[in-house]
């Protein structure tokens, strides 16, 4: 897999619904969102994910990526939109490992621009 399908994997992270993390993210993640959520693991992530709306579009910019060996790590300013909504604005960071052959999501964090 090339960096372009990570970027794709990772725009339907933000889209997508609980289907697609069951299939790419490892069932231990550990994401970190901004208060009140906070820290989420595995189920919780996913738990998460079927309470709340999705995102109706993001938009990636001052794209980052690093890989080494089985380790890929993500990293963008991301400005997203829901319906009736302002746009949410945070710097990310995502960590993908070789899983079997297929890249998975094993760490998300976002910081919220001020």
């Given at each position: 897999?090339?960096?372009?399908?990570?970027?794709?994997?990772e725009?339907?992270?933000?889209?997508?619904?609980?289907?697609?993390?069951?299939?790419r993210?490892?069932?231990?993640?550990?994401?970190?969102?901004?208060s009140?959520?906070?820290?989420?693991?595995?189920?919780?992530?996913?738990?998460?994910?079927?309470?709340g709306?999705?995102?109706?579009?993001?938009?990636?910019?001052?794209?980052?990526?690093?890989?080494s060996?089985?380790?890929t790590?993500?990293?963008y300013?991301?400005?997203?939109?829901?319906?009736?909504?302002?746009?949410?604005?945070?710097?990310c960071?995502?960590?993908?490992?070789?899983?079997?052959?297929?890249?998975?999501?094993?760490?998300?964090?976002?910081?919220?621009?001020?």
């Amino acid at each position: 897999m090339d960096f372009d399908d990570l970027w794709n994997a990772e725009e339907s992270f933000w889209i997508d619904g609980p289907e697609f993390y069951e299939k790419r993210m490892m069932a231990d993640a550990c994401m970190v969102f901004p208060s009140p959520v906070g820290i989420l693991e595995g189920q919780e992530i996913l738990d998460g994910l079927r309470q709340g709306p999705r995102w109706q579009s993001v938009d990636f910019r001052e794209k980052s990526q690093v890989r080494s060996g089985d380790t890929t790590v993500l990293a963008y300013k991301a400005t997203a939109e829901r319906k009736d909504s302002q746009p949410y604005i945070a710097l990310c960071s995502s960590t993908y490992i070789r899983n079997g052959g297929t890249w998975k999501l094993l760490s998300h964090q976002q910081t919220p621009e001020m």
